[in-house]
């Protein structure tokens, strides 16, 4: 069903708009979210809106602003994470697929969080146009699944390298259940063959 709810009782600057509608499903963890676009196909194609900012501060009962836009191209086999940015620099996310298909992953790394250190993942592709939501004190990472894709994604604050971190996306403590095409090795960046374990890392209070 697509949600037309209110998500705060009687505050306008929450309530979602006449004629949109976004469905907004829980993950395994309750601070990330699953996003499904409503999608008007027809002969010549399709249309949707991918963002919507009434919408989507409707949806999660709260303002939110974006500044910058990232747009990222891999081959199959790459893994690219897990990144994050130490507070007060800490970025949410908000990523689609827009080529081919990938497994997404998001790490809670807020130590007053009761998912500290536990993570989700989830398929995104260019066919089912979902999005997910990943909240500021996450790490985020992605492996490609088809032959090459290619990822957009939102970012709540701006790219700022001196608070950069990397999660090792390998960690056993982790767990990461990555789903590598079958006889394809990982392709990593040199950074990300040097991420750091959990019990290693800086992470947010």
Not at 84 to 110: I, M, N, T
Request: net charge negative; charged share 25%.
């Amino acid at each position: 069903m697509w949600s037309r709810i209110v998500t705060r009782e009687g505050n306008p600057a929450f309530r979602l708009p006449p004629g949109h509608a976004m469905k907004m499903s829980p993950t395994a963890l309750a601070d990330v979210k699953l996003l499904e676009p409503r999608v008007f196909p027809d002969h010549r194609g399709f249309f949707f809106e991918s963002f919507n900012e009434r919408v989507f501060e409707a949806l999660l009962g709260r303002p939110m602003r974006f500044v910058q836009d990232n747009h990222s191209h891999s081959r199959r086999g790459v893994v690219r994470g897990l990144h994050y940015q130490l507070a007060p620099r800490a970025q949410g996310k908000l990523v689609r697929c827009c080529v081919g298909e990938v497994f997404d992953v998001a790490v809670d790394l807020r130590r007053s969080s009761p998912d500290f250190g536990r993570w989700v993942g989830v398929h995104l592709s260019a066919e089912d146009k979902r999005q997910l939501w990943i909240p500021p004190g996450f790490a985020h990472g992605f492996c490609v699944l088809s032959e090459v894709a290619e990822l957009l994604y939102k970012t709540t604050d701006f790219h700022a390298p001196e608070t950069e971190r990397t999660l090792a996306w390998d960690d056993p403590e982790l767990g990461v259940d990555w789903p590598l095409p079958e006889g394809v090795d990982p392709i990593l960046s040199e950074k990300d063959r040097r991420g750091t374990p959990l019990q290693e890392a800086e992470v947010y209070g």
